[in-house]
């Protein structure tokens, strides 16, 4: 997806914490780039206010009372056109980040962010990019059990470009900005991309990064 700058990306809160996501609208919406359409506090809440305002975007609170997060995750991603899922979590919920990440969350934000990164993060997915806070990187590699800690074959079955898109693939570049930096088009990016997964045996894009990451290539 790739909005035109004018756009601001609409985007769906669900957290059981009203304050919470009060704060969050006021910091998302500060410079005008966010819309926050809607709000839900539950997993049902969110399954409603995606269906009825297709947003680009959504954060989702993975632990939430009644139908939490990675249940409307699991639904989320069964529909024909789901919005962007990014998981909004705290350092003391591995095991919901895990699965959301076996789920193909496309992101994982930590709730005390900084807003400027908030928004970029936003703004990455909804230009169809990975986005991963670096502070809970370290606690999403150990699910990727395909990765070697020492080395990683895999990535010598790379070319070089290959290697150059999983690079910015890793840094949350969505196919549009891979596309600038590397002279190409979207379309020879976007196979690229495909190719990429395809080599590393992983499913999405974030786990291409962890992929990245945890053999520290960059």
């Known amino acids: 997806m790739r909005l035109p700058d004018h756009v601001p990306v609409r985007l769906v809160l669900a957290d059981d914490e009203a304050l919470l996501r009060r704060g969050l609208k006021v910091l998302l919406e500060a410079d005008g780039r966010v819309e926050v359409v809607a709000e839900a506090a539950d997993g049902a809440g969110l399954l409603e206010v ?3 305002h297709h947003p680009d975007v959504a954060l989702v609170d ?3 009372p009644g139908v939490d997060g990675l249940v409307a995750l699991r639904e989320l991603l069964t529909w024909p056109d789901p919005p962007a899922l990014a998981v909004l979590t705290t350092f003391d ?7 959301a990440l076996d789920l193909g969350a496309q992101g994982f934000l930590l709730k005390d962010a900084e807003p400027d990164a908030l928004v970029r993060a936003v703004l990455d997915l909804a230009a169809g990019g990975a986005v991963l806070d670096p502070r809970i990187t370290a606690r999403l590699l150990p699910r ?4 070697r800690t020492r080395g990683n074959p895999l990535l010598d079955g790379l070319s070089a470009r290959e290697r150059q898109v999983l690079a910015l693939v890793a840094h949350g570049r969505p196919n549009s900005a891979i ?3 590397l002279g190409l088009s979207e379309a020879t990016v976007k196979s690229y991309v495909s190719t990429v997964l395809t080599k590393l045996g992983v499913e999405n894009r974030v786990q291409a990064a962890l992929v990245a990451h945890q053999v520290d290539a960059w």
């Open 144 to 147: 990727l059990r395909a990765v």
């Open 62 to 64: 993975v632990q939430m």
């Open 93 to 99: 919920l591995d095991d919901y980040v895990a699965t």
């Open 50 to 52: 995606v269906r009825r």
């Open 179 to 181: 596309a600038a930096e």
